[in-house]
Each structure stands twice: as C-alpha cells, then as structure tokens.
C-alpha cells in the first residue's frame, strides 16, 4: 500500500510492522509526532503494544531496557537534548548486549537554543556502542526500522536509525507501506538468549572486577565487526522480498569520476541532483552515501575510495577542536595506507541552515581548483 506520510509517520508504521511490545516515550521536538502516532495505534489497538509515559528520556531509556531485558521488542525516539540527556543509558543498552532500536531525528544542540537539521547530537554519540544507520528519505526510513531490529536482534547491539529534522521528519512524501505478512516472514519474533524471568536465579548488569571487565568490551568490539556483514546480509534479503535495498553506503555516478562527494542523510538527495548536472557539463564528480556511520565500515571505505584522486566529505555536525564527524572517520581510515586520496573536509547546514545546490557546487568546485585542502574545515556558506 502506498501513501503520502511524513517520515515521522514512516517511523511509526516501520515500529507496528516490527511488532514492538513496548514502546517508552518522553515528547521534544521534532520526534513528538512518532510516539503521538505509536500511542494512537496503541490505544485504538492497531499495535498490541505496551506504552509508557515517563517523565524524561532519561527513563524512557532505562525503561526500555527494562522491556528488553525481560525478553519483549521495545523501541523509544528521540531527538537533541533528549538524546544526550539518555546518555549514560546508552552505555547501559550497548553494555548489556540489548538488541533495543532507538530513532533519533537530527536536531541541533544548545546552547543557543536551536530546533533546525544538524547531525551533531547523534554523531556526538558514537562511542556509546550503538549501530547507527543514517536515511535519505521517507521509504528508507520505514523500511529501516525492520531491518534494524533484525540486525539488532542478531548481533545483540542496539541500533540508532537517524533521520532529518523537518527535512524529512515533517515533510510528507508518497511512501509504499510493506505487507504486514512479508515483514513476518523477514522478521521473526524475538527471543532473548538472557531474559529476567521469575523462574530463575540469574543476575544482569552486575559489578565486574579488571580480571573480566576488559573482556566484555572486546565481545562488544567483536559483534561491531560482525555487524557490517550482518547488515549487508538483512539488507539482501530485504532487496529479495521487497526490490528495495539500500546496503551500508551507495556509490552514484561513479563512471569516470576520480572526485568523490561523500554525504548522509537527506542532504544526499541534493546531492544527486547537483552531481547530474555536473555530468552534464562534462564534469564527473561521483557521490557516495554513508548510511552506516557506526560501525564505521572502514575496509569499505578503503575499497571504494582507494582508487580516486581527491575526497570532499561534507559535515553537517562539528566536533570541536577537530573537525567534522565524518571527514575525521575517513581520514583515519586512510592514515595507514601507502596510497591516498585527498580528503577535504566542509562543514554546512549547522542549526537547520539550508545547503543549496549552489552550496555543494561551491564544495564540489574547491575540491577540483585544489590540489590539497588549505584548512582542515573548509566552512560553507558562513556569514562573514
């Protein structure tokens, strides 16, 4: 079934086709829409699930990983402030080994008070020990949210799917909804391996002296490796089921190009479009989208940029005293390599600022006119 839904709307019919027991929730803008819809299907019984009100989002974290633990599918959302106030749950969900799914709708941090699109407040987030996934756009979005639970559910990690503020969180557009049966057959229900029961004497979360400690967090390190194979896999059988498949990045425009555009997000669809018309002008720039930031898929990276001459990565969050999020992951990965490319490192958008096509045309054309970056951030579209 098609219809035009919001992708906040997107999120919350991916969260019913997954079959979620229990969804926590606390409201902030711009997610409110996502748990207002989930509370709706639960009341009026379109999803039998279990809704908790709590009174921040901190609680609504430690709630559901309450949920999971005791062995049901549980989801929250949340966006900005909400997200870093879970914080030290994070660590929590990703440390227990949960297979909870969290979406997070991009949105600036404070202080200034901002609710415009940056990426800043998940990216900030990257060593919690949390899978992200970045969307494009509305279809993605839903058809994500399946997959991320699978994924989730097999590596025993949580999963952060991230979508745009307003970009995409508000903006409706023509949406396919999958068929509630094949996403039974794609995902089955849950089963915990560890579930707090009152049946048995088990302990969960317990204090770990530094003769086990260091161990837990190699199986983390482990099961975030095998989480890029795992993904790639799901999104397969996802492709094979309902002709839609999005990998762990996408290459475009490939042919030819020895410049490569690396984006994530909805910015990524501007991109395309910039990246045609340049085509026709005889200009090959290719465009790769990053929908996996965490793990970082770095042999990936290594494979498919190894081979072009310069890199324009482009930022829509910052992390100070560095650079932005994306073109530091990149850079690392080529750190130990023989040959490398270029990496040029632009940061945009930040507070819900539009990026243009004039903007990326102007990153596109510092990148050929260059032959090395003059700076480690190169800022566009800043006010002088």
């Excluded at 709590?54 to 966006?79: P, Q």
């Excluded at 745009?164 to 557009?173: C, G, N, R």
């Excluded at 555009?261 to 290719?286: C, I, N, P, Q």
């Amino acid at each position: 079934m098609k219809k035009v839904m919001t992708g906040n709307e997107a999120v919350a019919q991916g969260v019913k086709l997954s079959r979620v027991q229990v969804i926590s929730a606390y409201p902030i803008t711009p997610q409110t829409t996502i748990v207002e819809e989930l509370s709706e299907m639960c009341a009026d019984g379109r999803l039998n699930a279990k809704f908790l009100k709590v009174e921040s989002e901190h609680s609504a974290m430690a709630s559901i990983i309450a949920s999971c633990t005791a062995g049901v599918r549980s989801f929250t959302a949340t966006s900005s402030q909400g997200l870093v106030l879970m914080h030290e749950m994070l660590h929590w969900a990703a440390g227990a080994r949960l297979p909870v799914v969290m979406v997070n709708v991009n949105r600036a941090l404070g202080s200034p008070w901002n609710i415009g699109n940056e990426q800043s407040d998940s990216l900030s987030q990257r060593d919690t020990g949390w899978i992200q996934l970045y969307c494009e756009n509305n279809q993605e979005v839903v058809d994500t949210i399946p997959q991320a639970y699978r994924i989730a559910e097999t590596v025993k990690l949580p999963v952060m799917v991230v979508l745009d503020a307003f970009v995409l969180s508000h903006t409706a557009e023509p949406t396919e909804i999958p068929d509630q049966e094949r996403i039974d057959e794609f995902l089955p229900p849950f089963k915990g391996d560890f579930t707090l029961t009152g049946r048995r004497h088990q302990s969960f979360n317990p204090i770990t002296s530094p003769d086990y400690y260091m161990e837990f967090r190699y199986k983390i390190q482990k099961a975030m490796d095998q989480a890029k194979e795992v993904a790639r896999s799901v999104d397969e059988d996802y492709e094979g089921l309902f002709r839609r498949g999005y990998g762990i990045m996408e290459k475009y425009n490939w042919d030819g190009a020895d410049t490569v555009l690396v984006t994530s997000g909805a910015v990524t669809s501007t991109s395309r479009f910039v990246a045609d018309e340049l085509a026709k002008e005889g200009k090959r720039v290719g465009l790769l989208k990053m929908k996996m930031f965490r793990p970082f898929p770095t042999e990936a990276i290594r494979e498919v940029l190894g081979g072009t001459r310069k890199v324009a990565v482009l930022d829509r969050g910052l992390s100070f005293g560095q650079s932005g999020f994306f073109a530091q992951e990149i850079r690392s990965t080529f750190c130990n390599e023989d040959e490398q490319p270029r990496i040029f490192g632009f940061v945009a958008g930040l507070g819900g600022r539009d990026v243009t096509p004039e903007d990326i045309r102007q990153m596109i054309s510092y990148t050929l006119e260059n032959d090395r970056p003059r700076h480690d951030i190169i800022w566009i579209g800043l006010k002088q």
